[in-house]
């Protein structure tokens, strides 16, 4: 855990996924980045040391004062700092100490949580979601999906709704973007799956709001136009940046993800 940081205007943000680990250093007076976002490709096999030995590799690449905030976002629920699920990198991460096991390699503290409601809170705060009343639901479209439920603002964490079961399978091996490029899909192939995804998680909790990130929302004229919800779907403000600038801010600071209590 790192100590609060209130007053930084500057932070570093990493964002893990199951194929690349990128970050950045983030301006959050801006929300924007500081820096050159810098990428690394995930080990094959995804195993802790790997991942490991690759994100001590891009901080040096990132650079910055060692006493800046670092947030870390990973693909696995964060549960007290151990990851409790692995659905893109090796099954090692199932219940792994993992917050202690960073900190321990980078020699510094970092806060560290779930990569959706990592994006969830940076457009919440800095894009898309802000000041939207209500559900808005986040989702992250990459070799996973990855959900974010944010209400009035205030994140429910550790919504792992990519793993909804339709059609009798685990739905996000039909519809993540890593799907679409198995498949060689066509965008009107994808969207009609995306319909079917959408179409339940509105049939299921009735959010006011999708965003929709990951690196194929810079695509979103391809794909969010096909979709009929009752819900607006809009692409995420911050992109594909939006895990390393919500991991930053809340390295900074607890400010930026409201708890329930102070509702
Ligand atoms: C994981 C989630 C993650 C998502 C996006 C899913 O497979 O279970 O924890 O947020 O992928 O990376």
Redesign the pocket.
Known sequence: MTDTHEGESLAIGIDI??TGIKGALVDLRTGGLAGDRTKLSTPKGGEPEGIADTVVELLEKIGGDPSLPLGVCF???VVGGRTM?A??VSKKWIGFEAEKFFEDRLGRGIHFV???DAAGVAEANFGAAKDVPGLVIMT?L??????ALIHDGVLIPNA?L??LEIDGVDY?TKASFAAKERGDLSWTRWASRLQKYYSRLEALLYPELFVVGGGVSKHYQEFLPKLELRAKIVPAALRNNAGILGAAALAASPKYMPSLQQV
């Open positions: 996924g199951g693909p696995a629920a699920s659905a893109n779930n990569d959706a992250t990459g070799t996973g999906i990855g959900t792992e990519g793993h996000e």
